[in-house]
């Protein structure tokens, strides 16, 4: 992979003129007493060419004459000396002054915390985002947006947002004491965190996007912000995911070391929203490129032996704790009948917390129809062929007080061109013992475990695997060419 930066196509936000220190200026008009000298040296010479006039009445003097020479050369030192001089240290004044006004604002404006998932984010809120239609909202530095000026963080604070701030300065006045890192640096701050599958890929999906569009730019460093607070590390899962599609290890700036004193970035791209505004389209093409760099990652295909064969891989994945299913047993005994049922159907049971990330790829690569309980695990969904099935289950009280957050994984089947097959909400289960509490019963019913309906899941997986098949073998008479990964 290309990483050369001296043709670097991430360089396309536009840079203004940016006042400059010079040491030598030969025309500057910086000061009123630059100007008066100005007035005074410019009459000085015209008094001395009209003394040289009346001494050689009868001849102009000519611009080869010593006379002359001697005064362009002494009229040209006191002007080039006085002003070079005068020029330079106003500049540096200017300069120290726009050290000194640098103003740094806290990362977390908590005048917006109630809202800080809706419009205006507390995360940086005195700057506003770039929208270039179709992707995630954006910040660049430095760009016409920022005037130029590059983006300046101090503090390391990772408990509180609020102790930890943010400025923009200009490349040639930076706050004085500035650390520049050089490079291009990432830098995310999610509401959620960079531990969960699910949150931790959301936050992650733009800057996917971002470099897939911009040419494939690795970038030097990412930094991690959850609520203005710095986070020093990704969850395995989403680190090694990152780490398989850019190509490399994920270089997470800790602010270990150094003084305390501001961090300046040579390059940076801040995305606040995860995926925000970015349009389905550009959606699946982010999973698609996912898919594609996890499974060379971990050196798997997608399993075309069993769909030349029309056959239909049938996975349950089963999770420990909250949301496990009351009856293991019985709910796969089920399944491993009614796959019994269809000719070339596998079925594979497998837990989501004894795998390892290539584990897991090599899993979903190999997989038609995926039914768990609603998790974290189901992220893994979009590792699947395009046009795969997902059968999700929930326990008692979701679809009363979860809101909308039990349908992302709704959503992602659509975004990862999966289809998303419907859902099992258990009906029974123990009732909530103390409701009281702002959100208390969606905490309970959050860790509670999930029933069956023998009847309705026979009927569901036997009408599901029925459909998938039809798909097998009709995808068994065309030999699909599998493109090259993005960025590859």
């Not at 100007?35 to 000085?44: H, N, Y």
């Not at 969960?196 to 890929?201: F, I, M």
């Amino acid at each position: 992979m290309n990483n050369n930066n001296e043709s670097n196509p991430i360089e396309i936000e536009k840079k203004p003129n940016i006042l400059s220190k010079q040491r030598t200026i030969n025309y500057c008009f910086c000061s009123p007493k630059i100007f008066v000298s100005l007035i005074i040296t410019f009459v000085t010479i015209l008094i001395l060419f009209q003394i040289q006039s009346v001494e050689t009445p009868f001849s102009l003097p000519s611009a080869h004459s010593p006379s002359w020479a001697s005064l362009h050369s002494w009229g040209e030192k006191i002007f080039n000396t006085h002003l070079s001089f005068n020029c330079t240290a106003h500049l540096d004044a200017i300069i120290s002054r726009l050290r000194d006004s640098v103003t740094f604002l806290p990362l977390k404006d908590l005048r917006f915390a109630t809202t800080a998932m809706q419009d205006h984010t507390w995360f940086m809120s005195s700057l506003n985002d770039t929208y270039d239609g179709g992707e995630s909202e954006y910040q660049y530095f430095p760009s016409e947006a920022s005037k130029g000026r590059l983006l300046c963080l101090m503090g390391r604070d990772r408990l509180d947002g609020g102790r930890n701030s943010y400025a923009l300065a200009w490349p040639d006045s930076l706050p004085r004491g500035a650390t520049v890192l050089g490079g291009l640096t990432y830098v995310s701050d999610t509401y959620y965190d960079y531990d969960n599958l699910w949150h931790g890929l959301m936050a992650m999906m733009p800057f996917v996007e971002w470099y897939k569009r911009k040419g494939c730019v690795v970038p030097t460093r990412w930094i991690l912000y959850h609520w203005g607070e710095v986070r020093v590390k990704m969850g395995t899962w989403v680190g090694t995911l990152m780490g398989a599609t850019f190509g490399g290890v994920v270089n997470v700036e800790g602010f270990e070391g150094g003084d305390g004193g501001p961090t300046c970035l040579e390059k940076a791209v801040v995305f606040r929203h995860n995926m925000g505004r970015m349009v389905e389209e550009k959606r699946m093409e982010v999973f698609d490129m996912m898919r594609c760099r996890a499974r060379a990652y971990c050196n798997v295909s997608g399993g075309a032996q069993d769909k030349e064969r029309g056959g239909v891989r049938l996975t349950v994945l089963l999770r420990t704790g909250a949301r496990a299913f009351k009856n293991e047993s019985g709910v796969v005994g089920i399944f491993e009948r009614e796959c019994g049922k269809v000719e070339g159907c596998r079925l594979t049971v497998a837990r989501s917390d004894n795998m390892t990330f290539c584990d897991q790829v090599k899993m979903m690569s190999s997989t038609d129809i995926l039914a768990s309980s609603h998790g974290a695990q189901l992220t893994n969904m979009f590792l699947m062929d395009t046009n795969s099935s997902v059968m999700e289950f929930f326990p008692r009280g979701w679809l009363e007080l979860a809101g909308v957050g039990q349908y992302v994984y709704h959503w992602e089947a659509s975004w990862s061109g999966m289809k998303h097959q419907g859902a099992w909400r258990d009906a029974q289960g123990d009732e909530c013992p103390n409701p009281e509490p702002p959100g208390g019963c969606m905490s309970f019913y959050k860790a509670s475990k999930i029933g069956h309906n023998e009847t309705h899941l026979v009927e569901w997986a036997r009408n599901v695997l029925k459909e998938v098949k039809i798909k097998r073998l009709e995808e068994a008479s065309r030999d699909p060419v599998s493109p090259p990964c993005p960025c590859s």
